[in-house]
């Protein structure tokens, strides 16, 4: 395996793509609006796709790649259901806090 | 009339279920008829039967299987019925007292609301005696006897609304369950050691068994206890007075004539175990003399006409045990048919006489009744005669044939043959007491109602069964009369094979011939002491009117409430039982059973209140869920090293 990819150390990004996975997860658990919600989750997405890229591109091996392209198909069609929806319900509930989304518990 | 033989059992059954079915849509005559055909064409196919199994000269049964039943490794049982010599005479009174029971009901229970039902249960149990009868293993008859127990806890408590005719029901039927354990035990053990349940099968198994006389004791006492429930023998005797609580019919067909006798037929049935077993067959003799007398003497101070007549029948049946412990079969036979017929016309003849006074049944309120019915009364007279056994009444030669076998078995025959005269001189008092009262004395009946004499379907099975309890004696008669043995000889072929295993073995009892001199005494002293008692019985009742028996203090108050037996099991069974049942029920099932089963539902509750509040309904809290169970599980990748 290759340890460098033009000159920078496999470790450092893979280290960027933990923290930036971090941040993903930290804004989805304690951000109320949904809107800056579903940005995390996109965050959450992208430092894979990095993880992906960075190991297909350390092993000279095109799968990784390859995966990265699904990966951003889904989040675009996630993105275009979740923001309907999060259209949806704001004319519904006149907000985007998600404390204030809890109608479908029993 | 052999091909046709599976007839007599399906007839009944169909008219079962025929009226069973059909309870209310069809009228009552019809039922009647339906019912009392049901039987009586049986008892028509069974004569025809009887004449061409030319029993005399035939010695091997006639069986006809009609399908496998059950069938487990080497267990097999199978609906079958076996044809001889004893199932015949077993089915020719079942069906030919049956039927004329059957016509006797159809006036007896006229404008009775239960009338269908009553024909209906009435053919059930006749379909399950003839199982019982004519079954040729021991599984097929165990059927037919809880089917007849069956039969009659459904017909004492007939009047189910009545609670003391429920409760006389269970009490039967809980009784004979008692008996049957050792009927069930029995069964096994003889499959055990014969490896079959097929009577014919057994006789020859047995035979080839060296060792069986170790075991025929224990077999034949099992046996015993099973019949001791349904022959009403001391101690499980007591639910057969209080069936009287079923209609007068259902008490001359079954707690008479047929049921009861049942295991008389079980005791000459498996007389090949019985005839191995010495020590049991003198159990069997002391035990029917002991409750021969006992019950005898209970009869003589009680007022229920119908009750008298039902501890007589426990005692008759105790001499006809005694016939079988004294292993003479013939004679316990002799007597079961001869007591088939005089008793069944004597509690017929007393259902006619309460229906004439309108269900009155106590006999301080009676008296003066001959000449008003003369049928009955006639009739009544003729059965009570035979009962007593005055020459040349049938139950003359029938009781005499039993005491003469008393006399001469084995080393107690002295002992048993005393006892036996005593309780037939308690016999005739208690059955002229009972005549003198009902018939002759003073007039105590009620007098607005009018007396009157029963229709003709009532008063034609009377005479006919008269006629049977008069001459039906002559079949088996002493030496010094006639000296007719026809039922010896008509049984010889079904005992013969037991009786020459037993003398094989040593077995066989030692019944010294008597010299004819000493016979003829025997039999004139029973007659002789029958006399007395009616002459005691005409002095007391008739003559002075006498109070001496109706002032109940010392023994006679024992006497009079029948030795407190129903009080004693009461003290000693049913209360402790109770006791126990509260116990469990009050105690043990609501402060222990219910409170583990509760607390295992308790404890879901309490755990699923729990998990209720991870269900917040905030997707914060879910994630959350999400991230720390994904840190566990990579948590535990890491640690285990993947």
């Known amino acids: ?106 | 009339m052999l091909d046709l033989f599976p007839i007599v059992v399906l007839l009944p059954l169909l008219g079962f279920l025929h009226n069973g079915l059909l309870k209310d849509k069809i009228p009552h005559r019809f039922a009647g008829a339906i019912g009392t055909l049901a039987v009586f064409i049986p008892f028509l196919i069974t004569l025809g039967a009887f004449n061409e199994f030319r029993p005399m000269e035939r010695t091997a049964p006639h069986l006809v299987p009609v399908f496998d039943w059950i069938v487990v490794g080497n267990f097999k049982s199978s609906f079958g019925y076996q044809i001889d010599q004893l199932s015949l005479y077993m089915t020719l009174i079942i069906t030919g007292i049956g039927s004329l029971i059957h016509l006797y009901s159809m006036g007896y229970m006229k404008g009775n609301a239960g009338y269908n039902r009553f024909f209906a249960y009435l053919n059930l149990f006749i379909f399950c005696m003839l199982n019982l009868v004519l079954s040729d293993n021991l599984v097929l008859t165990f059927l037919g006897w809880e089917g007849v127990g069956l039969s009659s806890y459904l017909l004492i408590g007939f009047d189910y609304d009545k609670s003391s005719a429920a409760e006389a029901g269970m009490k039967a039927f809980i009784l004979n369950r008692i008996g049957d354990v050792g009927f069930i035990l029995g069964t096994g053990f003889l499959f055990w050691l014969g490896g079959s349940l097929q009577y014919l099968q057994l006789q020859t198994n047995l035979s080839e068994m060296g060792e069986f006389a170790n075991y025929a004791n224990i077999v034949a006492l099992f046996f015993f206890i099973a019949a001791m429930g349904k022959s009403a023998q001391i101690p499980l005797y007591v639910w057969l007075p209080d069936a009287m609580a079923g209609p007068t019919p259902v008490s001359a067909l079954i707690h008479a004539a047929t049921m009861v006798t049942a295991g008389i037929f079980l005791i000459a049935r498996l007389n090949f175990v019985f005839l191995l077993a010495p020590e049991t067959s003198l159990f069997i003799a002391i035990i029917g003399a002991v409750t021969a007398l006992f019950a005898a003497t209970i009869g003589t101070l009680q007022n229920d006409i119908k009750r008298i007549l039902a501890y007589s029948t426990v005692s008759q049946l105790g001499f006809m045990f005694l016939a079988m412990g004294s292993m003479s079969y013939v004679a316990g036979l002799f007597h079961l048919m001869t007591h088939a017929f005089f008793k069944a016309l004597l509690f017929l003849g007393a259902g006619s006489v309460i229906h004439a006074l309108h269900h009155e049944q106590n006999i301080k309120h009676m008296g003066g009744l001959f000449g008003k019915i003369k049928v009955t009364s006639f009739t009544f007279l003729l059965g009570t005669l035979a009962i007593a056994g005055f020459f040349p009444f049938s139950g003359f030669f029938s009781k005499d044939l039993i005491l003469e076998k008393a006399y001469t078995y084995g080393a107690f025959g002295s002992i048993l043959w005393t006892m036996g005269v005593v309780a037939a001189f308690f016999t005739s008092f208690y059955m002229f007491r009972l005549v003198f009262v009902v018939f002759f004395g003073k007039d105590n009946t009620d007098p607005h109602h009018k007396v009157h004499e029963s229709p003709w379907t009532m008063t034609l099975p009377l005479v006919i069964l008269a006629t049977g309890a008069v001459v039906a004696g002559f079949l088996q008669t002493p030496h010094f009369f006639l000296h007719i043995d026809a039922l010896e000889r008509f049984f010889a072929p079904v005992l013969s094979k037991g009786y020459e295993l037993a003398s094989l073995q040593g077995t066989l009892a030692e019944h010294k011939s008597l010299v004819h001199d000493v016979e003829l005494s025997l039999a004139a002293f029973s007659v002789g002491i029958a006399t007395i008692g009616l002459i005691l019985a005409y002095f007391l009742y008739q003559r002075k009117q006498s109070p001496i028996l109706e002032e109940h203090t010392g023994f006679r108050k024992i006497l009079f409430h029948k030795y407190y037996i129903d009080e004693i099991y009461d003290f000693l069974f049913v209360r402790p039982f109770l006791f126990l049942s509260k116990g469990v029920a009050f105690f043990f099932d609501i402060k222990i059973l219910d409170r583990f089963f509760l607390g295992i539902g308790g404890s879901f509750g309490v755990i699923a209140n729990g998990l209720r509040r991870f269900q917040s309904g905030f997707i914060g809290d879910y994630a959350l869920y999400v991230v720390i169970g994904t840190f566990c599980i990579l948590v535990y990748l890491l640690t285990r090293g993947v």
């Open chain 1, 1 to 106: 395996m290759n340890q460098f990819i033009n000159g920078i150390p496999v470790s450092y990004i893979l280290g960027l793509a933990g923290i930036l996975f971090s941040i993903g997860v930290l804004g989805v658990l304690i951000r109320r609006n949904i809107v800056i919600i579903f940005m995390s989750v996109e965050l959450i997405l992208n430092s894979v796709n990095l993880v992906f890229v960075t190991f297909s591109k350390a092993l000279s091996h095109i799968s990784g790649e390859t995966i990265v392209f699904f990966v951003m198909a889904i989040a675009a069609a996630e993105a275009a259901v979740g923001l309907a929806l999060v259209i949806a319900i704001f004319r519904h509930k006149k907000s985007t806090n998600v404390d204030e989304l809890q109608s479908m518990r029993w």
